[in-house]
């Protein structure tokens, strides 16, 4: 499996590639890790590849995927603030273990992000457009390589990260269906 994922950095979209580690899912926490005092998250939307492909045109993207989750894509601020200087810091700050919480999958594609913070008051995230379409996003990534089914690829919104804290609740919410919770440990 392949997790494969466009990014806003900089102001400029990048294809950035994880890990199978760096999956977590099943509502459980992310820790926190102890190299890094500036972590923050990005939401976006996650694609379960279906089927093979290789250089797949854009208007055929949506047969190449079959369900649609949120997730959160963390990053090591600081870390990667230092990897403009370190190039290995670049997958340490973004690839490291569990850096992406994916929710539950389905068909929904609008999703209301909210972030509980410890003392129990929730706030609402505006949330932007994607970096590129889903569709689009098939296309690029099988022109590099060939997408095969279980492939994951995350596509975040164009906006700045949000901080985040120990014990605040990352909560996506699609038809008044929890979709998505993650506990910041």
Not at 12 to 26: A, I, P, Q, R, Y
Not at 29 to 48: E, G, K, Q, S
Request: glycine share 8%; proline share 3%; aromatic share 10%.
């Amino acid at each position: 499996m392949k997790i494969i994922g466009f990014a806003y950095i900089d102001g400029h979209t990048e294809m950035v590639l994880k890990g199978d580690s760096s999956l977590l899912n099943g509502r459980k926490p992310m820790f926190v890790p102890d190299w890094t005092h500036d972590l923050r998250f990005t939401p976006c939307i996650v694609l379960r590849v279906c089927r093979l492909g290789k250089n797949i045109a854009a208007r055929f993207g949506s047969r190449y995927y079959d369900a649609v989750a949120p997730g959160a894509d963390f990053v090591a601020h600081d870390v990667l603030q230092n990897a403009r200087t370190n190039r290995h810091s670049w997958l340490h700050a973004t690839g490291f273990d569990f850096s992406l919480s994916v929710g539950e999958f389905g068909t929904d594609t609008e999703y209301q992000w909210s972030l509980v913070h410890t003392a129990g008051t929730e706030t609402p995230i505006r949330t932007g457009e994607w970096v590129i379409s889903p569709d689009e996003a098939i296309h690029c990534v099988s022109e590099v390589m060939t997408i095969r089914q279980g492939d994951l690829i995350y596509i975040q919104q164009k906006m700045d990260a949000h901080i985040v804290s120990t014990n605040e609740i990352l909560r996506a919410v699609a038809n008044q269906e929890e979709k998505l919770y993650c506990k910041i440990k």
